[in-house]
């Protein structure tokens, strides 16, 4: 038994097949409208591949601005916390009977104080007649800081403890 395959091609859509051994193309076609839908599918393929690539483009674009407005972030948050070693060193330093004030750290970071006296004592040594007064006094402060670095505001607080001296030493005789 011989078995013939013929494909015969009548639109470069459609391929029809018959049976038969040997493979026939026919390149003409007839029907004007189906050559036509054919010939359009192509451009509508590329018209959704394009589409897919300008989707692509545009979500890597968004997630690349995304990426760099965190990265942008943290290091003006990485900025503001090595400041804030700076800043508490600096509160050692200052007159906090001012009540606030207002410090330049550098590098367009802002620290902004304010201080509140919390509670004051002048210790006592001894009891009872032998009781002497401390030459200091103690001071408890409360202070509340402000870190600002272009849009990012950093809050703290902090207790300082002073001591002020109560007599000069030339002023102390025993």
């Not at 902004?112 to 004051?120: D, E, G, P, R, V």
């Not at 007649?129 to 870190?147: D, I, M, N, Q, W």
């Amino acid at each position: 038994m011989k078995l013939k395959l013929q494909i015969s091609v009548t639109s470069p859509c459609t391929i029809s097949h018959r049976g038969g051994i040997g493979f026939f193309y026919s390149i003409a076609d007839t029907d004007h409208m189906t050559r036509t839908r054919c010939n359009g599918f192509i451009v509508v393929e590329i018209l959704i591949a394009g589409l897919i690539l300008t989707t692509s483009i545009a979500a890597t674009m968004y997630l690349f601005r995304t990426g760099f407005e965190h990265l942008e972030r943290a290091n003006q948050s990485n900025l503001l916390s090595s400041k804030l070693a700076q800043a508490s060193g600096l509160i050692k330093t200052l007159d906090l009977a001012r009540a606030s004030g207002e410090e330049d750290l550098g590098d367009g970071v802002m620290l902004t104080w304010k201080a509140k006296l919390q509670c004051s004592s002048r210790p006592v040594k001894g009891e009872g007649e032998f009781a002497v007064p401390s030459l200091h006094e103690l001071h408890l402060y409360r202070v509340h800081l402000t870190l600002t670095y272009q849009r990012i505001v950093r809050e703290y607080e902090i207790n300082a403890f002073r001591y002020r001296s109560l007599y000069a030493p030339e002023e102390i005789s025993f």
